[in-house]
């Protein structure tokens, strides 16, 4: 009667706790573009997006995904060898033992009668497997240390966890047939523990068994074409898919900036699990949020941690998603002098124009204390000349500044500009164009360098420094101009 209780109880926790994981997914969203789309909207999308995968060329590609990403866990093997032996004890170990230990009953003991009251020594060699997996765990993380692989409590709950259930069931495997009383007791410490980690495994790190391996699948067969309602989806499903394995942590760009200022959410780890509790409740401290805010905005979108990332999860589309929503609904930040990158100006199409435009202005209104750059370019009198001492000697401080003189108005940089590209009638929305504000300078217009739209939506994409046959260091020039300016504003 009590494990029967047990069993209905462990059941009932796990099938509530995997419903509102589940329709968390539907219910949540990163971003802004999903506003208005409701979750029975996105269920419908989701089906529709599953039944569209029943094609030949699809299903080959989901076999190979399966095959390679999930199963021999290829992903894996290429970054850490070590770690990819951890996993793969784990994951083929707990396998066989579900299939014939856990659910022998439905699935062995129909076909062998006898199985259930012997002593099989194939559950032993699982048994042991498993702990020398988990022992490879404790040793990463205890002995190893490496590097930003941070132990949370979730972590060390997984591991005692499965020790605990894996220790029992090989001392209860080993006195099926010398010791009744101590089989019973084994054994319900054994089932005890297994029944416990059914009912908390939606609401842990364990969660991830089911959710990693669909995350690799959707993202195999998705891109940025995909129905948006379906993107909103799988990236609230990735948050659930992240194992924190840090992996892409040690591989962020910017991660070094982590240690300097002593902001643990700058590493793309930490901000996943800050992702996962803004999502469900939007308000945070201020402080934390904060915190995030520089993590986000630092990341350069250099794509490092989606490709090395052994879940599939697509984090670059995840942290564009993430901060346009903060840019959005949150107050500005002294971090936001340009549009961030260069990867934002290629999304640019897909975002509202006032909502790409809105936040540069209120930084920009914010350092001015009301004033207004662009003024100044308006009011300022043509005169060849004009504080250009003040001007040439704040720029030549270095021969890497002073390469403004280098200039001949090929127009290079402006013609390679994205910023430039993006707009019909360039110099009428940015009021000079690369080119001009490096003539600006050399002319000594010092207002009208600095007051330029141009100057202020600039990318920092390097791809007018990178392709200047005068080798003018122009993005370089523009972020000094932008400092001069603000200079001037305080």
């Not at 941070?150 to 894996?166: P, R, V």
């Not at 905005?297 to 999860?313: E, F, K, M, Q, S």
């Not at 402006?414 to 110099?427: E, F, G, L, N």
């Not at 009021?431 to 207002?447: F, N, T, W, Y």
Request: glycine share 4%; aromatic share 10%.
């Amino acid at each position: 009667m009590f494990y029967t209780l047990m069993v209905y109880i462990a059941l009932s926790v796990f099938t509530i706790g995997l419903t509102y994981r589940l329709s968390s997914w539907f219910r949540f969203n990163v971003g802004i573009n999903t506003g208005g789309v409701t979750p029975w909207t996105r269920i419908r999308a989701a089906c529709k997006g599953v039944a569209g995968l029943f094609n030949k060329e699809k299903l080959t590609l989901l076999g190979i995904v399966f095959l390679q990403d999930i199963l021999l866990q290829k992903h894996i093997q290429k970054q850490d060898r070590l770690r990819w032996i951890m996993h793969f004890l784990i994951f083929s170990a707990f396998m066989f033992l579900l299939i014939f230990h856990a659910l022998d009953q439905i699935i062995v003991t129909p076909i062998f009668d006898r199985f259930y009251l012997t002593m099989n020594p194939w559950l032993i060699i699982a048994g042991i497997i498993l702990l020398v997996g988990l022992s490879i765990a404790l040793y990463r993380r205890y002995v190893l240390k490496v590097p930003r692989l941070k132990t949370s409590a979730m972590d060390l709950y997984t591991i005692i966890i499965l020790l605990l259930i894996t220790l029992s069931g090989l001392f209860m495997e080993m006195t099926k047939l010398t010791s009744y009383d101590y089989y019973q007791k084994i054994w319900w410490v054994h089932i005890l523990a297994c029944l416990f980690g059914l009912a908390f495994l939606p609401f842990s790190k364990m969660f991830h068994m089911f959710t990693t391996p669909l995350s690799l699948l959707a993202n195999a067969v998705m891109d940025e074409n995909s129905d948006p309602a379906n993107i909103a989806t799988r990236q609230v499903m990735e948050l659930d898919a992240c194992t924190r394995c840090n992996t892409c942590s040690r591989h962020c760009s910017v991660a070094v900036a982590c240690d300097h200022l002593g902001n643990d959410t700058i590493l793309p780890a930490e901000r996943m699990h800050f992702l996962k509790e803004y999502i469900a409740n939007k308000n945070i401290s201020s402080k934390k949020l904060a915190a995030i805010q520089q993590g986000i905005y630092l990341c350069t979108n250099c794509d490092r941690c989606t490709v090395v990332c052994p879940a599939g999860i697509n984090l670059r589309e995840l942290w564009f998603s993430a901060r346009e929503e903060l840019l959005r609904d949150k107050p500005p930040v002294d971090l936001m002098m340009t549009p961030f990158s260069f990867f934002r100006g290629l999304k640019q199409p897909q975002i509202d124009q006032e909502q790409y435009d809105s936040p540069l202005e209120n930084v920009k209104s914010m350092l001015t204390a009301g004033g207004d750059f662009s003024a100044e370019m308006d009011a300022a009198p043509i005169v060849i000349g004009q504080g250009s001492n003040e001007l040439h000697e704040v720029l030549g401080l270095s021969e890497r500044m002073e390469s403004f003189s280098y200039c001949f108005s090929c127009e290079n940089c402006s013609t390679v500009c994205p910023v430039v590209a993006h707009y019909t009638d360039s110099q009428q929305s940015l009021d000079l164009l690369p080119h001009q504000i490096i003539r600006s300078v050399a002319l000594g217009l010092k207002e009208m360098a600095t007051g330029s739209r141009m100057l202020w939506n600039c990318l920092s994409c390097y791809q007018c420094q990178e392709h200047c046959p005068q080798g003018v260091k122009v993005t370089d020039i523009f972020n000094t101009l932008k400092t001069v300016s603000i200079e001037d504003h305080k």
